[in-house]
């Protein structure tokens, strides 16, 4: 039953090599979803390309579904998986400064990597720029580490806040995707075709 190593079926010293091996997996998987290009990032933004939506969508979905499944059939301890801790206003106000970079960058900071593997420019100004921000902000902690403690819920999850069983608030975020992948099939076609008409 996992997770494998909480349970000692895979040796705790692995722990690093399989994150390696997922990493490369999921840059891969990245760069395949067309993540290392800044315009197909930013479009979710301006509308004409929600590629980034559908892919996390689609990646939330899976892992979920697959979770749960997972725990029925007893394959899975959903106790041992670990959940970050939730710190509200200061998760809050760090979404919407990593939103203003993700617009005006065109990159976050995994892509950002992707970017630089394929030999991006504009990818490798983009995390000289991250690498500035963090060490400022290391600087800076001691200034604000109050806040970035403040609001801690501990690890809760959705289920946990709203009571919704999970089984529940996964058909409804399912439905929720679906509806999402509907609707901005249309914005994109719309978007796309203002472009078009503005350039003639």
Do not use: H, Q
């Not at 041992?80 to 993700?102: A, E, Q, R, S």
């Amino acid at each position: 039953m996992g997770p494998l190593i909480p349970n000692g079926i895979i040796p705790a010293g692995w722990d690093f090599v399989i994150a390696i091996l997922l990493g490369i997996i999921f840059g891969f998987l990245l760069e395949a979803s067309g993540f290392s290009s800044s315009r197909n990032l930013a479009g979710v933004f301006y509308g004409y390309n929600f590629v980034v939506l559908r892919v996390f969508f689609t990646a939330v979905i899976v892992a979920m579904t697959g979770l749960l499944y997972f725990d029925y059939l007893g394959w899975i301890d959903l106790s041992k998986i670990f959940i970050l801790p939730t710190f509200l206003w200061p998760m809050i106000i760090g979404g919407v400064i990593m939103g203003i970079g993700f617009v005006a960058g065109g990159f976050c900071p995994g892509t950002s990597f992707t970017g630089i593997a394929i030999g991006k420019t504009d990818a490798l100004f983009f995390t000289i720029g991250l690498y500035i921000g963090i060490y400022i902000f290391s600087l800076a902690f001691p200034l604000f580490e109050k806040f970035y403690t403040s609001g801690n819920l501990g690890n809760v999850t959705l289920t946990d806040v709203t009571g919704i069983p999970a089984s529940w608030f996964a058909a409804a975020f399912t439905v929720i995707a679906l509806a999402a992948f509907w609707g901005t099939m249309f914005i994109e076609k719309k978007v796309r075709k203002n472009i078009k008409e503005y350039k003639f």
